[in-house]
C-alpha cells in the first residue's frame, strides 16, 4: 500500500522559513518524479515544484522560484520542500505526489499518489 505522510507545515510569519518533509512507504522512491503542490481556501490545486527520480533535474512555478528548494533522500524514502521568505500569499494546504512515469511537470493529472496534505499558514 502506497502512502505519502507530510510534516512540517505550521504558523510562521511573513519573511519566514519552514521545511516540509514527506516521507514515503509501498513504493521505490528512486522509480517517481515527486512533485508538491498547494490549495489556498477557495482555489484550484497548484502546481509548486518537481524533481526526477535521482534529483538531477527540477521544476518550479514562477510564483515560488528563487525562495523555495525541493530536494530528496532517496535512502530515507523522503521528499523536502525548502521554503523561504514567506509570503502571506503562501499559506495553503501543502501535498507530495508521486509520478511513476518520471515526469516532473506542473499538471496534477501526472500524479498517480498523494498524501493527505499539512497546513501551512503564513501571517503579515
Known amino acids: 500500500q502506497v502512502q505519502l505522510v507530510e510534516s512540517g507545515g505550521g504558523l510562521v510569519q511573513a519573511g519566514g522559513s519552514l521545511r516540509l518533509s514527506c516521507v514515503t512507504s509501498?513504493?521505490?522512491?528512486?522509480?517517481?518524479?515527486m512533485g508538491w503542490f498547494r490549495q489556498a481556501p477557495g482555489k484550484e490545486r497548484e502546481f509548486v515544484s518537481a524533481?526526477?527520480?535521482?534529483?538531477?533535474?527540477?521544476n518550479y512555478a514562477d510564483s515560488v522560484k528563487g525562495r523555495f528548494t525541493i530536494s530528496r533522500d532517496n535512502a530515507r524514502n523522503t521528499v523536502y520542500l525548502q521554503m523561504n521568505s514567506l509570503k502571506p500569499e503562501d499559506t495553503a494546504v501543502y501535498y507530495c505526489a508521486a509520478d511513476p512515469n518520471g515526469r516532473i511537470g506542473a499538471s496534477r493529472t501526472l500524479y498517480a499518489y498523494w498524501g493527505q496534505g499539512t497546513q501551512v499558514t503564513v501571517s503579515s
Open positions: 524533481v526526477s527520480r535521482l534529483g538531477f533535474s527540477t
Open positions: 509501498g513504493l521505490t522512491l528512486s522509480t517517481f518524479a
